[in-house]
């Protein structure tokens, strides 16, 4: 019997979902104004939470809940690692860190992995419809942005394995629909995915503040520059006095 799960998800994480788009950071990239530091921070970011969510789900692969859920064509974690090697080079693992909320983040995906793995179902929703949604979109934007190449840097974006979007999204929109789960625990996890989103929002608000210190730097340094040109003017100008 279907649920109507997906429905209810979208629904029920649309107000969350449209915060979490109005954060700074989310409003720059989608006009394209971002810096290849900020960017990488993010593909850092993200690394260690598709490395939690994917370690999750293959633990809890055979759980009546999780099983339905279960297509690790979606996997993120070795495209990102691709990103990071572009980003950082061949020893980006001594180079990164997950940020405070981003640490917060991999705790709620471990702890719910032992404890009620049925809400993995949340976060893989979360993250990967909006992957498959609008990646190809915000690949193009990243690439025109950062001037990258078609392959350099977005690999991410790419699911390789999943030749029809729309019709793979169908098919998770299905299983979700019949995942055998009751009405208490629909209530759950759909309170749970606006628990992701609003995770996801701290992220970009701490990618946020530090792109904002960023171009605070960029200005004070074409500030300094100009008043170096300027009093050289003004030296030359008095020469010739």
């Known amino acids: 019997m279907s ?8 629904e029920g994480t649309t107000k969350a979902h449209s915060m979490a ?13 971002i810096d290849k530091k900020s960017y990488r921070g993010l593909v850092a970011n ?11 789900i293959e633990i809890n692969k055979h759980h009546h809940v999780v099983q339905s859920i279960y297509f690790p064509e979606l996997n993120r974690k070795l495209s990102l ?3 990071l090697e572009y980003y950082y080079g061949p020893n980006w693992e001594t180079q990164i860190y997950p940020s405070p909320a981003t640490k917060i983040y991999v705790d709620r995906i471990t702890n719910i992995s032992f404890n009620q793995p049925e809400l993995l179902i949340s976060h893989a929703y979360t993250r990967y419809m909006g992957d498959l949604s609008g990646g190809q979109i915000l690949k193009r934007i990243a690439q025109t942005a950062m001037n990258l190449s078609s392959s350099d ?9 999943i030749k029809d979007d ?41 990618l946020n503040s530090n792109f904002i210190k960023i171009i605070g730097m960029l200005l004070l340094s074409v500030i300094t520059s100009l008043r170096r040109k300027l009093f050289k003017i003004k030296y030359y100008l008095l020469q010739d006095v």
């Open 81 to 83: 690692q691709k990103d």
């Open 153 to 161: 840097g977005t690999a991410f974006y790419n699911f390789d394995d």
């Open 46 to 56: 993200l690394f260690f939470i598709y490395s939690a969510l994917e370690k999750a």
């Open 166 to 206: 729309k019709k793979f999204k169908s098919i998770y929109r299905q299983a979700l629909d019949n995942a055998p789960i009751n009405h208490i625990q629909i209530e759950t996890i759909i309170t749970e995915a606006n628990i992701a989103f609003n995770l996801n929002m701290r992220i970009f608000e701490e």
């Open 3 to 10: 649920t109507n799960l997906a429905q209810q998800l979208r």
């Open 21 to 33: 788009e109005n954060v700074s950071f989310v409003k720059s990239f989608l006009v394209g104004v």
